[in-house]
């Protein structure tokens, strides 16, 4: 039977990101992490069909960055294909999202709830599957957020694997719109839109690159980024808000959080909820006021 590489870099919380990107730009393929429960330290893994170079000349290129990263312990070997599947399915159960939303990998036989939207996502595919707990708060969000009957808009920022903004067009959000500077994100977040047969308008762009204010406003703006890129980019976001819009922030390590926080409140939004796993925390921030910052 065919084969595939295994390609993994043992890592800290505060390493997970600049880990999956190096594995990102080597492989030009989506990672996926694992944190394990005990110790607390996180595997960023790729499965790629073959590698970009020899084995030997990677391992020492692959060495040399995380050396730059000053952490990471690499681990290079080969995998028989059905090995890699079943790793996959011990690994990747369904999550629900209270009464509303139903994650499963496609080879999961779980039913429905009544009144349960289901969701279709396999790992290894794509960069979010709702179990890290950044995602889980997102989608947490949406779900208690979603009024019925009510016309929402909703932006997704950085969309990885388009989850958030399939979630929202399952929950009944409209228009459901969504961005990401990566190509892979692209591809395969609109790969996940298309199985799960829903609509949203998805593009590339780089939110550095985007002008400070924009003409169109959303009642909620999802945000998974790094703490440095909320901070930076405050305004940007701010100014896609629509007044009492809510943002959502995630993907933040709880010692970056009262900076990100304190950055957001200068530019009048103001802390509704946070949620707290671990080393992550995120929040649900409320804007105050119709004032654009420019």
């Not at 607390?40 to 020492?60: D, F, N, Q, W």
């Not at 703006?221 to 009492?244: F, M, Q, S, Y």
Request: glycine share 8%; net charge positive; proline share 5%.
């Amino acid at each position: 039977m065919p084969r595939l590489w295994q390609v993994s870099i043992r890592t800290t919380a505060q390493g997970e990101k600049a880990a999956a990107r190096l594995l990102e730009q080597t492989f030009r393929q989506a990672p996926a992490a694992y944190r394990h429960e005990q110790s607390g330290a996180i595997t960023v893994t790729v499965y790629p069909e073959r590698l970009p170079a020899p084995e030997r000349s990677l391992r020492i290129g692959l060495a040399r960055a995380l050396g730059r990263m000053g952490r990471g312990r690499l681990t290079i070997k080969p995998l028989r294909r059905e090995n890699w599947a079943q790793s996959w399915k011990r690994h990747f159960r369904p999550i629900e999202i209270g009464k509303s939303l139903l994650i499963k990998p496609s080879w999961s036989r779980r039913r429905a709830r009544a009144g349960q939207r289901v969701i279709i996502l396999d790992p290894g595919l794509s960069f979010g599957t709702g179990h890290h707990a950044t995602t889980l708060f997102c989608l947490q969000q949406l779900a208690r957020g979603r009024r019925q009957g009510a016309r929402q808009s909703l932006l997704d920022i950085g969309c990885g694997s388009g989850i958030l903004a399939i979630a929202a067009a399952k929950l009944g959000y409209s228009p459901v719109e969504a961005f990401d500077c990566d190509p892979e994100a692209i591809r395969v977040s609109l790969q996940n839109i298309k199985r799960n047969r829903v609509r949203v308008r998805l593009r590339r762009a780089d939110l550095r690159r985007m002008p400070l204010v924009s003409r169109r406003r959303y009642d909620v703006v999802c945000a998974n980024l790094t703490g440095d890129l909320l901070v930076g980019e405050a305004e940007k976001i701010r100014n896609r808000l629509k007044p009492g819009g809510k943002l959502v922030v995630a993907g933040i390590l709880r010692r970056e959080f009262p900076g990100v926080r304190k950055k957001l409140q200068r530019v009048n939004l103001t802390l509704r909820e946070t949620g707290v796993s671990r080393e992550w925390k995120s929040g649900q921030f409320a804007l105050k006021s119709d004032r654009c910052v420019a």
